[in-house]
Every structure is written in C-alpha cells, then in structure tokens.
C-alpha cells in the first residue's frame, strides 16, 4: 500500500462543475502539498498546508489531520484547468523530501 | 534567479553512456532536492542537499548516481553507464523553508 493514496486516478466533468480531489495518507506529516502538472510536464505548487483550509482564486484546499485525509476543490472548473493534480506529503521525520501520490488526471471537457 | 532553471531540457543517451543534468536553485534557497518520474504519475525521491551539502541521499542508486551542489556552480546530478531503465524525466526543486519549487525538468532517453 502506497503511503500517499489519491482518488480518482482519473475524472472527466463538463466546464462549470464543481470539482473534488482526495488524498488519504497513512505517516505522520509536517506538510501537505497540493501540486499541477501541466501536459507539457511542468509543475506548479498549488497550496502547502499543515492544517485547515486555504483558498486561491478558484481552488480551495483542505486538510484534516487527526484522519490524515486532504481535499483539493476546484469551482466554476474550466478546459484550462486540465492537468494532473498530485498529492504530496513531508514527513514528520525531519528529512523534509516529498512522498507523492499517483496523480489525479482531471479532464474538463468544454 | 527566481525559477528553478534546469539544463538540457532533453537528453539522449546510448545504454552504457553518461549522463549529467544540471540544476540552477533559486537565489537564496538553502534545500535542493532531485526527484525522478517514471511512467508520467510515479515520483521517486533520489537526493537532497542543504546547501553544499548532501542532506538525504537515501533514494540514490549509488553504484551509478552520484550528485554535487558546489558553491557558485549549478548542481549536478551524473549518471555513469546509463541504463533502459533510467529514461525518466528528472526534476530538481529547491526551498528555503518547506515549500518547494520545481524545475521544468530534464527529460533523458536512454536508447
């Protein structure tokens, strides 16, 4: 069992939707990070919690850490939000390396 | 600078051959990490730095990998006697507290 497990691998949603991304996690952690990979490959960090919530534009992010579990929201979803959404976490080990999720792809169709 | 820059931007390599890929960090951030992804989604941490120093290296195949980040030079991560297996996109990514800001990657092809 992965240690950083997100569901769905994969979502398809009409623009518009309001979309949710899980990321369940099983080891203690100093950090979360929510990243976006774009087809072309390049990744963005998106949020960096260690609790509750935080907001940007049109994407939201949460954490819960007494049931290790994180959710990335995104509103009003539109084509150009089409990527690969990934989940990492930093351990509370001290070594601050990521451990990734397997990715989310997120298709938004026009 | 204030992106993570990262040379070549592709690189082809017979099987047997070496390979080393360059990182820039951001100005005044302390951490460096190198990260490799295989198979577009899986991820494997491969070293850390703090500073010149290596911070974690315990995702490194050592027999082949080794990685460097000197004073005033880019970082460096070399691979002698390139294999198949290690055709993957390699990402460096460096901090200065926790969050961490990626490279546009080094794609390498070991044909």
């Known amino acids: 069992k992965n240690e950083v497990e997100q569901s769905p691998q994969n979502l398809t949603a009409q623009e518009g939707e309001f979309i949710t991304i899980n990321c369940s996690y099983s080891?203690?952690?100093?950090?979360l990070h929510w990243l976006q990979q774009h087809p072309g490959g390049g990744i963005v960090s998106l949020f960096m919690?260690?609790?509750g919530k935080k907001k940007h534009g049109r994407l939201i992010a949460t954490i819960n850490i007494q049931e290790k579990h994180s959710s990335l929201h995104i509103t009003a979803s539109h084509p150009r939000d089409s990527a690969v959404y990934i989940c990492a976490v930093v351990s509370n080990f001290g070594n601050e390396k990521l451990t990734f999720g397997t990715g989310t792809r997120l298709t938004i169709i026009p | 600078g204030e992106e993570v820059a990262q040379t070549p931007k592709h690189l082809v390599r017979g099987e047997g051959q070496k390979a080393k890929l360059y990182c820039a960090p951001i100005?005044?951030?302390?951490?460096v990490f190198w990260y490799q992804q295989v198979l577009k989604n899986e991820f494997k941490f491969l070293i850390s730095?703090?500073?010149?120093?290596?911070?974690?290296e315990t995702g490194m195949p050592k027999e082949r990998f080794s990685a460097k980040c000197l004073p005033n030079s880019p970082c460096s991560l070399e691979i002698q006697a390139t294999k198949l297996e290690d055709s993957a996109v390699y990402f460096c990514?460096?901090?200065?507290?926790?969050?961490?800001?990626f490279g546009p990657g080094t794609r390498l092809t070991v044909t």
């Open positions: 100005k005044g951030h302390s951490y």
């Open positions: 919690l260690s609790s």
């Open positions: 080891v203690g952690i100093s950090a």
């Open positions: 730095f703090q500073n010149e120093n290596v911070f974690d």
């Open positions: 990514a460096s901090s200065l507290l926790r969050e961490q800001y």
